[in-house]
């Protein structure tokens, strides 16, 4: 069983930064493709990043582009979302999500392990 525990979620007032880190529970870490996928009150979830298993291509939508970055630390076993200039509608629960094979994906349905995820609170 592979298990995701993200951190770092929180309050921030618009224009703020936050840093969610996501760690995995698997030694094969580094053969996973990692995501972030977010939900804000009352809307689905949307894709919000991603980032193939040697940490060299990634993806972002087209929303957050220019204002967050995904990472990732192999040695670690931990994916980072790093998310500048943050504005209210980026509130929402963001969920970590992992993927084997290691290529990156931008489809929620091919992620296989999810965490529980962290709530971010931006406020106006």
């Known amino acids: 069983q592979v298990q995701l525990v993200e951190s770092g979620g929180g309050l921030v007032q618009a224009g703020g930064s936050l840093r969610l880190s996501c760690v995995v529970s698997?030694?094969?870490?580094?053969?996973?493709?990692m995501g972030w996928v977010r939900q804000a009150p009352g809307k689905e979830r949307e894709f919000v990043a991603a980032i193939n298993a040697a940490g060299d291509v990634m993806e972002i939508v087209d929303a957050v582009k220019g204002r967050f970055t995904i990472s990732r630390e192999n040695a670690k076993n931990t994916v980072y979302l790093q998310m500048n200039s943050l504005k209210s509608e980026d509130t929402a629960v963001y969920y970590c999500?992992?993927?084997?094979?290691?290529?990156?994906?931008?489809?929620?349905?091919?992620?296989?392990?999810w965490g529980q995820g962290t709530q971010v609170t931006v406020s106006s």
């Open positions: 698997r030694r094969t870490f580094n053969f996973y493709a």
């Open positions: 999500a992992a993927s084997r094979p290691g290529l990156v994906r931008t489809a929620q349905i091919d992620y296989d392990y």
